[in-house]
């Protein structure tokens, strides 16, 4: 029986590109677009953010000389083409899916509309929300837990490379330890980030715990969503 009836999962775009570490690469999501249906099938309402910066991030190097606003404009259609790419490997999978855009783009997808998501989650719909919150300055975290907020998640569930929080970059130091669970406050004021502050933030403010997980390990988003305890969960410790 599955702990939440409504998440949100963030996926990074990092994850859409598979052992290539660029790009789309469709075993992968095949891979993830299978077990997200899996999750669906037990009645779980899901709305998904992807990252973009598979294609392009508009923070990197690449993009110094740009003007950031242009740059961050790049990355959120970025995320609409992992968006485009992930709904059709659900909807191979058998799971029916809307593509919602903080970017109208009606050729391509709907315009997100916060009652017209909601009813397509009601209807049993896999709900995609892509170009962020159509802003620059706010990354693909925030845009996640802004949307989370919005339809009434009941967790935000972001899917990394990383098993958890952890007090240092674990990629790096060998000594690192990794968290269970942690509060908002404790993130925040110890710098670690596994999310952007704002996303912390906003969560902290509104009472949304936030899942922090391996996505590469297969069944995990199924075992966050029966509410076992893997990778950490950030909430208000009391």
Same mark, same amino acid.
């Given at each position: ?11 990074? !775009? ?28 037990? !009645? ?101 837990? /802004? ?8 967790? /935000? ?82």
């Amino acid at each position: 029986m599955p702990s939440y009836r409504r998440i949100v999962l963030k996926l990074s !775009g990092e994850v859409m590109a598979g052992p290539q570490g660029f790009g789309i690469d469709n075993d992968t999501v095949n891979a993830f677009a299978q077990e997200i249906s899996e999750v669906h099938k037990t !009645g779980v309402e899901i709305g998904l953010v992807v990252g973009g910066g598979n294609i392009f991030r508009g923070v990197n190097a690449a993009a110094k000389s740009m003007d950031r606003v242009a740059a961050d404009h790049m990355g959120m259609l970025s995320t609409v083409i992992n968006g485009l790419a992930l709904q059709d490997a659900l909807e191979r999978a058998g799971s029916p899916t809307r593509l919602m855009t903080a970017i109208q783009m009606p050729s391509v997808a709907e315009p997100y509309i916060r009652r017209r998501a909601i009813r397509h989650l009601e209807k049993g719909r896999i709900v995609l929300f892509a170009a962020g919150t159509s802003n620059p300055f706010f990354s693909t975290d925030s845009a996640a837990a /802004l949307r989370a907020l919005e339809i009434h998640a009941q967790v /935000l569930a972001k899917a990394t490379k990383v098993d958890g929080v952890y007090d240092k970059d674990p990629m790096k130091h060998d000594d690192a330890v990794r968290y269970s669970t942690i509060s908002y406050t404790e993130v925040l004021s110890k710098g670690l980030r596994i999310l952007d502050a704002s996303a912390v933030a906003m969560c902290r403010d509104n009472g949304l715990p936030i899942s922090v997980f391996n996505s590469n390990i297969r069944g995990n988003i199924m075992r966050m969503a029966l509410g076992e305890q893997i990778g950490t969960l950030i909430h208000e410790v009391k």
